[in-house]
């Protein structure tokens, strides 16, 4: 049972064009929510965030937007620069006694063409 | 800037060996985590550890273990590994909310 899918294994967008990436959950105990960004042969890099309370975070070109009743969220790049070529994952975490656990989505595979 | 090393980047090992995998952070973070990642599938919690010799089943932990005996650092144990453990394993530690990750080790069993 997955509580969490990024349903674009893939995307592909040009230099300086907007790059949207789409995670949906279904665990309504989550309450904070993370991106992070992988490299080839590194660990993944945390990105930006949201809490449940908000519905819209912002980090310089990252934007992150949150819909609760849809349990949708979505990340915008903009614009997108060939060193954003990355896997990007979503991790929703639930509150409470969780300790930090993040449960994570499959990633998307995001390529950036100059 | 928090640090999070592991012990090898690349490992090949044979069917039925036991492997010790290690993982050292230096913030002083109460949380640890190993996951594995695969192709398609993201990554998949094996174990985590809240407290020094402390330890919780994550969501895949059948054929592995691990051991916490100080707070900076998490083992993860393959007993006897198998072909289908072949996998990148990345440890992570936290506080709060955000985990950092290590780089990564490459384990093939042959």
């Known amino acids: 049972d997955q509580q969490v899918k990024q349903n674009s294994p893939s995307l592909s967008v040009q230099e300086g064009r907007i790059s949207i990436l789409n995670c949906d959950y279904t665990?309504?105990?989550?309450?904070?929510f993370l991106w992070y960004k992988k490299y080839p042969a590194e660990g993944p890099t945390f990105l930006i965030s949201i809490s449940s309370i908000k519905d819209k975070n912002e980090d310089g070109r990252f934007t992150v937007f949150l819909n609760k009743s849809a349990k949708h969220l979505s990340l915008h790049i903009v614009p997108s620069q060939p060193g954003d070529s990355a896997v990007y994952f979503c991790a929703p975490q639930a509150g409470g006694t969780s300790y930090g656990k993040l449960t994570f989505g499959q990633g998307t595979i995001l390529t950036v063409h100059p | 800037d928090v640090k999070v090393t592991q012990s090898s980047r690349y490992l090949v090992k044979r069917t039925g060996e036991k492997v010790f995998l290690e993982c050292v952070q230096d913030m002083d973070h109460e949380n640890m985590f190993w996951y594995r990642q695969d192709p398609g599938l993201g990554l998949r919690l094996i174990y985590f550890?809240?407290?020094?010799?402390?330890?919780e089943k994550g969501d895949i932990p059948e054929g592995y273990s691990v051991s916490r005996e100080k707070k900076e650092r998490f083992s993860l144990i393959l007993e006897s590994a198998s072909t289908n453990q072949t996998s990148m394993y990345l440890c992570a530690s936290s506080l709060y909310y955000e985990q950092y990750f290590g780089p990564g080790t490459r384990l093939t069993v042959t």
């Open positions: 665990n309504s105990m989550f309450d904070y």
């Open positions: 550890s809240y407290d020094v010799k402390m330890k």
